[in-house]
Structure formats: structure tokens, C-alpha cells
């Protein structure tokens, strides 16, 4: 009796490990939370960030970034989403700020996808895509 109470017990501690083994897994594997973001909030000099607002507003029509709220859902919403408000930007802001945008959506991802080429973003099949709507 006494043999199999230990088995019993080395079987729970074994299974409890497991557990604790893919949670580590399953977790490391997650996006970073917006908490220790903030802590990393020093971005490195890329070329994007070299290039003038100019520079990048006048590429025009290289495709639209496809963008998963489902792959960010462990961020604050704040992050992007400044106020608490979730309507499109020219509810608070006025055309003006359409030029500026694409420069604040630039520097809103660059905070985490570091080193990325345009071409990593703006795919050419949704370019295409963004022609034929």
C-alpha cells in the first residue's frame, strides 16, 4: 500500500511539473505585455526613423499593412488607441493629421518590430489587393 501512495504522489508531483514546464513554454512564447514595453521603449536608430516625414509620404500605394488586433490583444489598448477612444483618427484629428499618421503609425510599430525593411510590412499581394477595392 504504502509503494503505491508513492507512486501516486511522484505521478501528481510529475504532472504538476509538466504543467509548470508548458506554461513557461506557452508563455515565453506570448508578445511582450504592454507593461514591460514600456521598459523597452528605447528604440534603436533605423533607417525608417533616418528618413523624413517627406520621404516616407511620398511613397505612395505600396499596399496597406495588414494588422491583427487578435496577435496584440495582451497590449493596453492605450498603446494605440490614445483617450480611450476607438474611432477612426479623423474623428479627433483634422485632415491635416492624415499626413501625419503615417508617420505616428510608423513610429507606433517601430516601437516593437525593430529592424524591419518596408517591404516586411507592406506586402506586394496586399498591394495588389488594395488596387483592384
Request: overall charge positive; aromatic content about 8%.
Amino acid at each position: 500500500m504504502k509503494k503505491y501512495r508513492l507512486i501516486g504522489w511522484f505521478l501528481i508531483i510529475l504532472f504538476v511539473a509538466i504543467l509548470i514546464g508548458l506554461f513557461l513554454t506557452v508563455g515565453g512564447a506570448l508578445p511582450v505585455r504592454s507593461e514591460e514595453i514600456e521598459e523597452k521603449k528605447v528604440v534603436e536608430a533605423t533607417a525608417l526613423q533616418e528618413m523624413s516625414l517627406e520621404k516616407i509620404l511620398a511613397v505612395k500605394n505600396i499596399g496597406n499593412v495588414p494588422f491583427s488586433h487578435t496577435r496584440h490583444e495582451l497590449f493596453a489598448c492605450m498603446e494605440c488607441h490614445h483617450k480611450g477612444q476607438f474611432e477612426k483618427c479623423v474623428f479627433c484629428h483634422d485632415e491635416n493629421a492624415k499626413v501625419k499618421s503615417k508617420m505616428a503609425f510608423h513610429q507606433k510599430c517601430k516601437t516593437c518590430h525593430k529592424d524591419m525593411k518596408c517591404g516586411d510590412c507592406h506586402k506586394k499581394e496586399e498591394k495588389e489587393k488594395t488596387k483592384k477595392e
